[in-house]
């Protein structure tokens, strides 16, 4: 089971630390970037394959812009693995119910990930300003 210290962690240090990164192999690292995309989906309504798009643009640029992949390899990675599905025509997209799940924490379920990332990069920022007196 991945924990919500985990969760945090290794999101912060994937997706908004030092980039940029291709998407991980590994999978832990994968399904914590994978979920954190459906945690910003609404699970109860199908999406266009526009809205899926433009929900992945958002989630790159707030959430982990440390990823260089496009949102078109995002998008097929999150149908091959089952957190999206998509219908037979490839027009509309819900999220989907992965077959081999990682189990997660679920306190995860209630964070804020714009505002974890947010806090992050500001902590980030402030440790790397040179201190008073530090030469630096």
Known sequence: M???EEFVDRLCR???DRGPRGFPRRRNDREILMKSIV???DSSRTYTEG????ALRDWKREVAPAIETDHVTLRRL???HGHLERTADGRRYRVGFPPRPVAFDLEI???D????IAAYL???RRRRRPRPGSGG
């Open 2 to 4: 991945i924990e919500i």
């Open 14 to 16: 994937l997706g908004a």
């Open 39 to 41: 945690m910003l989906m």
């Open 51 to 54: 809205e899926i798009n433009d």
């Open 78 to 80: 999150l149908v091959d």
């Open 109 to 111: 379920e209630e964070l």
């Open 113 to 116: 990930l714009r505002a974890t």
């Open 122 to 124: 500001d902590y980030r």
